[in-house]
């Protein structure tokens, strides 16, 4: 509108003066040597417009003829740098979809038409890469880090074939000058972080997790988090060497990341051992509530030095009472139950906290089934059961970062250097595909489990007639009528097992007083001569047909009903060394 509105301005402007012009009276002459015009005003200002047109029109026409070459070099230069830009573009969508001939076509026209675009250099190098020929990406790569422009391009090239050659110090080196030109450069500073933690650098870490800070390229929480990591790790690796630095180090970790479980475990430990009791049980508190974890209650079992095992069992009952029966950590709370009920030896109450998971249980609810079989009733055959059904059951949590399974924490992780990347969940390796798979037993765990517990037989240490007791064989028979049907095959394949012949005294030995003195140690002046007690029947304690052999991990029910004990060897040291020595059948 604005324009419509000069353009009727100026042509009222032109009119007002071409009518100023033809009102004019007169006459103009021009003289020059013997040359004289004369004309009016109105036909002199029409000539002079015409002769100012054709002086445009002239110069123009020289100026297009003067130019002419400029333009074809610039238009054809156009054309060419249009048809690199058209190829680059064609290239990079070739190594998008995987095309190796395309890109290298496409990369190879580039470089003739726009030798010096950056992209042109871009595509080579890619092409290059997706040949699998190293040696050409790194020069191109090289010659980008050696231009302006492109220069920190170069850096993240190389930076990636370091990775890909295994070489940890080029790559490192690489990043270290990245970030000089880029303070604010992710890679850069997540890679020199990552090296720097690896090799223990802590003080170094935490200068360059600063810097990412001013950077911006983390937040005020991600930077308190994080620092809380490499605190704490700092103080783990000094808690032997330099306790001073490691306590101060921890504290600051506490207060930055207080749900931190490895953190918090050595804070406590620290106050612990300061008798600061109560701020200790404060801190593992707080880890527990947003993520229980096994080392978690066992700091807070043993926070305070001295304790008794029932002691220690009521506060972690304390703390697992903290949680929720239906919060995801529950079962976390059970578990440390059932660990301090064992080492208080109370066996009734691991059994009640357990037996909600002993259907399907994970490999931690099996050790403990098979510590307790073992430590109650010394059942090797239960225990047995139990420790073979931990290796094929359910996984437990533990650290994961990337798929890497750790048996403790770590502030980075292996795979891809993250920092802060170990959490404590299940592996997902681990994770059945269906919910409500189950593992099924195998037959013999099935029939160690279905048997009853064995019964001790122990020697009276009086010299009245012994009661009769059932022997091994009697009690396998017993064991396997309460068998299932698949146990009963598995038994009734196995050759039958023969009890053997009671040793009889000798009248000599059966004549002589009981009432004297028998020596703990026999000289081999007395190997031929009668012992002063009676030889007690040897009872053959036999195996179930399914066992497989002895246990590893402790003692055999055959080899604990022979030697005893260390109660046994208490009564029998109570009840003097005759009835020790009877005991030992000497």
Request: glycine letters at 6%.
């Amino acid at each position: 509108m604005l324009r419509i509105v000069l353009f009727l301005v100026l042509i009222a402007l032109a009119a007002a003066g071409a009518a100023w012009v033809a009102d004019q009276p007169g006459d103009l002459i021009l003289t020059a040597g013997g040359f004289r015009a004369t004309t009016t005003l109105p036909r002199f200002v029409f000539l002079l417009g015409l002769f100012a047109a054709a002086v445009v029109l002239v110069w123009s026409l020289l100026t297009m003829t003067w130019r002419t070459p400029g333009r074809l070099r610039r238009r054809r230069h156009e054309k060419r740098h249009a048809r690199g830009r058209h190829a680059i573009t064609h290239g990079l969508l070739a190594i998008g979809h995987g095309d190796t001939a395309l890109a290298r076509r496409h990369a190879d026209t580039a470089r003739r038409l726009a030798a010096n675009d950056p992209l042109a250099l871009l595509l080579h190098a890619q092409s290059a890469q997706l040949e699998g020929n190293r040696d050409e990406a790194q020069r191109v790569f090289r010659v980008m880090a050696e231009r302006e422009d492109t220069r920190l391009l170069g850096l993240r090239g190389l930076f990636i074939e370091a990775q890909r050659a295994d070489d940890a110090v080029g790559a490192v080196m690489i990043a270290e000058e990245a970030i000089k030109l880029s303070p604010s450069s992710t890679w850069a500073s997540h890679a020199v972080l990552g090296f720097r933690c690896a090799r223990g650098d802590w003080s170094g870490a935490l200068a360059i997790l600063d810097s990412n800070l001013s950077a911006g390229l983390i937040d005020r929480q991600a930077y308190r988090r994080q620092r809380g990591v490499l605190l704490a790790a700092r103080a783990l690796e000094l808690e032997t060497v330099d306790r001073d630095v490691a306590r101060e180090s921890v504290m600051e970790a506490i207060k930055l990341a207080p749900t931190l479980v490895p953190a918090a475990v050595l804070a406590a430990k620290f106050e612990s051992e300061a008798h600061q009791v109560r701020r200790a049980m404060k801190l593992v508190e707080a880890a527990w509530l947003a993520n229980p974890h096994p080392d978690l209650a066992d700091a807070y079992a043993h926070v305070k030095l001295g304790d008794s095992a029932r002691q220690r069992l009521q506060r972690v009952e304390t703390l697992a009472a903290k949680i929720p029966a239906d919060k995801a950590g529950h079962v976390e709370g059970q578990l440390a139950i059932a660990r301090a009920a064992i080492d208080a030896s109370e066996f009734a109450r691991a059994r009640e906290v357990l037996a909600p998971y002993v259907n399907d249980p994970t490999q931690r609810v099996a050790l403990l089934m098979a510590e307790i079989e073992r430590t109650e009733h010394g059942d090797g055959g239960r225990a047995r059961a139990w420790t073979l059904r931990a290796v094929r059951a359910r996984h437990d949590p533990a650290w994961t970062a990337d798929g890497y399974v750790s048996d403790r924490w770590r502030p980075v992780s292996p795979v891809t250097g993250r920092l802060d990347a170990f959490q404590w969940q299940t592996p997902v390796a681990s994770l059945p595909s269906d919910k409500g798979v189950t593992i099924e037993s195998s037959a013999f765990e099935e029939a160690m489990l279905a048997a009853p517990p064995p019964k001790r037989v122990t020697a009276a240490p009086s010299e009245s007639p012994a009661e009769p007791v059932v022997t091994a064989p009697a009690q396998v028979q017993a064991a396997q009528d309460n068998l299932p049907p698949e146990a009963k095959e598995i038994a009734e394949e196995e050759p039958a097992v023969t009890p053997a012949e009671p040793v009889k005294p000798a009248p000599e030995i059966a004549e002589s007083s009981p009432a004297a003195a028998t020596p703990v140690f026999r000289t081999r002046a007395d190997l031929g001569k009668p012992a002063s007690a009676p030889i007690q029947a040897v009872i053959p304690i036999v195996r179930a047909p399914d066992d497989p052999g002895i246990d590893d991990e402790g003692p055999s029910d055959e080899f604990t009903e022979q030697i005893g004990t260390p109660r046994d060897h208490a009564k029998a040291q109570a009840g003097g060394w005759r009835g020790f020595w009877s005991r030992w059948g000497g």
